[in-house]
C-alpha cells in the first residue's frame, strides 16, 4: 500500500466524487481510502472489478449496517435483483430477458417522443419553466406507468411512493423507515394488482411477459416476481428522473452541443452515453468482495467494501485522450448503469427514453440554460438536481 495514499471523507460535508481532490488522487494511485475502505478511481481498474464475479453487490446488505433486520423493508430487499447473487441471479436474469428486451421495448418509442412533447407544450411558450416537477418527473412516472400498463393519471400516486422508498439509500433509513415502508407498501400493492390482472390472460406486454416466464417449463415464482416488477417501478423512476435533470444540467454548461443536437436528433443515442459518462446519477458503483481478493498491490479482505467511482473513471486521462464533453465521439463504455453481473437490466429502456427526452428537448427549448439557484443532492452515492428553474427562446406549440 501507497505510503501517499489519499484519503477521501464521504461524510465531509459538501465533499463532491469530481471535486479536484478526488481527480488529484486519481493521478496519484488507482484507489483511495475513504471512511468505507477503498475507493477505485481509473478505468481499467473500474472497469476490471466490475467483471470479477468474486465481487458481489455492494447493497445487498445495506439495511442490516443499520439494524434492519426484519420487517417488510428487510423482507423486501432480499427478493430484490440487486440482492441475490450467483447462479439464482443468473437465472432470474434469464427469466426477466424477455420483458427487457428491444422487442417488448423497442415498440414504446412513439410514446416516449408523444410523452416528450406533450409537457413540453404545456410550458414552452412561457420561455421558463421548473424542470423537475414540469418534465422530468412526470415523464419518468408515466414511463413506468405505461410499461407497466396502469392509467396514466396514476403518476402521480407512483411518483410519490418511490420517492419515498428512495429515502432507504439515505444515511437516516433507520429514522425514515416508516416513510419508507409506507412507499414501499404502495408500490407493492400497486405491482401485486398487476400481477394478479395479468395471470391466464395471453398480454405479451412488459408485465404480461413477466408472469409468463420460465426456464425449461419451470415458471417465475410469485416472490420473484413481485420482486422484480415492486424493483422497476422504483428504481425505473428514481434513475431516469436525475439522469435526464443532470444531462440538463450538463448540456446548459455546453450550449454548442445543445445546439448539435438540435440540428442533429441522431446523435440522441450518443448523447446519452456522454450525459451519462460526464455526469451520472450514480456517482459510485458498490461491491462487496465474497472472499479474499488479491489485485495489483492491494488485497480486498472478505467482506470489504468498495467503492468503484464513475466520474473519475469516466475522465481518466489513460483511458480518454479528450475527456470534454463532445456528444459526436465514439467512446468506450461507461458506469452508469453499473457493469458485470449486476449491468442494469433496465438498461435498454432507460437508454430508448431518455434518447426520445433529450431529442425532444433540444428541438424545442432553444437557448436553454439552467438557473444557478438550481439545487442538488449531495454529490456523491446517487445524486440528482432536487430543484432546477430553466430558461430558454420561447416557442411555439407542435400542431
Not at 130 to 155: C, H, Y
Not at 165 to 186: K, M, N, R
Not at 390 to 399: A, D, E, I, S, Y
Request: proline share 6%; hydrophobic share 40%; with cysteine.
Amino acid at each position: 500500500m501507497s505510503s501517499h495514499l489519499a484519503f477521501l471523507d464521504f461524510n465531509q460535508a459538501g465533499f463532491s466524487i469530481r471535486s479536484k481532490e478526488v481527480m488529484a488522487a486519481r493521478e496519484a494511485n488507482w484507489y483511495a481510502k475513504t471512511p468505507f475502505s477503498y475507493a477505485v478511481l481509473r478505468y481499467e481498474d473500474a472497469n476490471n472489478l466490475l467483471k470479477d464475479k468474486r465481487l458481489f453487490q455492494g447493497t445487498r446488505r445495506w439495511p442490516v449496517h443499520y439494524g434492519i433486520t426484519e420487517g417488510l423493508l428487510a423482507d423486501w430487499w432480499q427478493t430484490m435483483l440487486l440482492s441475490i447473487e450467483g447462479a439464482d441471479h443468473l437465472r432470474l436474469r434469464k427469466l426477466a430477458g424477455p420483458a427487457f428486451s428491444p422487442r417488448t421495448i423497442e415498440p414504446m418509442t412513439p410514446f416516449f417522443a408523444s410523452l416528450a412533447n406533450e409537457l413540453i407544450d404545456e410550458f414552452c411558450e412561457k420561455g421558463s419553466c421548473e424542470f423537475m416537477s414540469d418534465f422530468a418527473e412526470p415523464f419518468s412516472a408515466r414511463v413506468i406507468t405505461e410499461l407497466l400498463g396502469l392509467p396514466k393519471n396514476q403518476w402521480r400516486t407512483l411518483a410519490d411512493f418511490a420517492t419515498e422508498l428512495g429515502y432507504v439509500f439515505s444515511v437516516t433509513i433507520a429514522e425514515d423507515l416508516p416513510v419508507i415502508e409506507h412507499g414501499l407498501q404502495g408500490i407493492i400493492d400497486i405491482s401485486l394488482k398487476l400481477i394478479e390482472e395479468r395471470r391466464g390472460t395471453d398480454r405479451d406486454d412488459f408485465v404480461g411477459t413477466l408472469v409468463k416466464a420460465n426456464i425449461d417449463g419451470k415458471l417465475i415464482t410469485d416472490e420473484e416476481l413481485l420482486g422484480l416488477v415492486s424493483m422497476i417501478v422504483f428504481a425505473g423512476f428514481d434513475t431516469t428522473r436525475n439522469q435526464i435533470g443532470l444531462g440538463m444540467q450538463t448540456f446548459s454548461e455546453h450550449p454548442a452541443q445543445w445546439k448539435k443536437l438540435a440540428e442533429n436528433p441522431e446523435l440522441g443515442r450518443l448523447a446519452v452515453e456522454e450525459v451519462m459518462r460526464v455526469n451520472p446519477t450514480i456517482t459510485w458503483v458498490s461491491r462487496e468482495a465474497s472472499e479474499d481478493i488479491e489485485y495489483k498491490d492491494l488485497t480486498f479482505k472478505k467482506g470489504t467494501t468498495v467503492h468503484l467511482l464513475t466520474i473519475p473513471a469516466g475522465s481518466d486521462p489513460r483511458k480518454f485522450e479528450n475527456a470534454s464533453f463532445d456528444i459526436e465521439a465514439e467512446r468506450p463504455p461507461h458506469f452508469g448503469f453499473g457493469g458485470g453481473m449486476h449491468h442494469c437490466i433496465g438498461h435498454y429502456v432507460a437508454r430508448l427514453d431518455m434518447k426520445e427526452a433529450f431529442k425532444a428537448l433540444a428541438a424545442r427549448l432553444p437557448d436553454m440554460k439552467v438557473s444557478p439557484d438550481s439545487t442538488f443532492l449531495p454529490d456523491s452515492g446517487n445524486t440528482g438536481p432536487t430543484h432546477m428553474p430553466v430558461t430558454f427562446t420561447p416557442t411555439k406549440r407542435l400542431n
